[in-house]
């Protein structure tokens, strides 16, 4: 079993920066890990996912945000930039032991964090 406990978010303004980390309770160097949000009224959207054989960004967030995981391997950063008010969202970090060859599903994650508000102003 594997605990995420998220920090960062807060309120920002459009085109600000914001980094938001995720900490394990285990060493998950080899798990598949990534973020995913969710917007009032919509669907837990991906964001970016990260393993060892690649990284992954939706399409929305590409060029802006970028995933990382510190040399422990028990953190994993999300840093977005030139954030945009359709950015605003409850993000979610995830994990899950196993790559299946699929990455952007809510299904495939076992773990989950608690989640932090994102909230962008224009």
């Known amino acids: 079993q594997v605990r995420l406990v998220q920090s960062g978010g807060g309120s920002v303004q459009s085109g600000d920066s914001i980094t938001l980390a995720c900490a394990a309770s285990?060493?998950?160097?080899?798990?598949?890990v990534g973020w995913f949000r969710q917007a009032p009224g919509k669907e837990r959207e991906f964001v970016s996912a990260?393993?060892?054989?690649?990284?992954w960004y939706a399409d929305s967030v590409k060029g802006r945000f970028t995933i990382a995981r510190d040399n422990g391997a028990r953190t994993v950063y999300l840093e977005m930039n030139s954030l945009k008010s359709e950015d605003t969202a409850v993000y979610y970090c995830?994990?899950?032991?196993?790559?299946?060859?699929?990455?952007?599903?809510?299904?495939?994650?076992?773990?989950w964090g608690q989640g932090t508000q994102v909230t962008v102003s224009s």
């Open positions: 990260m393993h060892w054989i690649g990284t």
């Open positions: 995830a994990a899950d032991p196993r790559y299946t060859g699929v990455y952007d599903t809510v299904s495939n994650y076992q773990y």
């Open positions: 285990d060493k998950i160097s080899t798990y598949l």
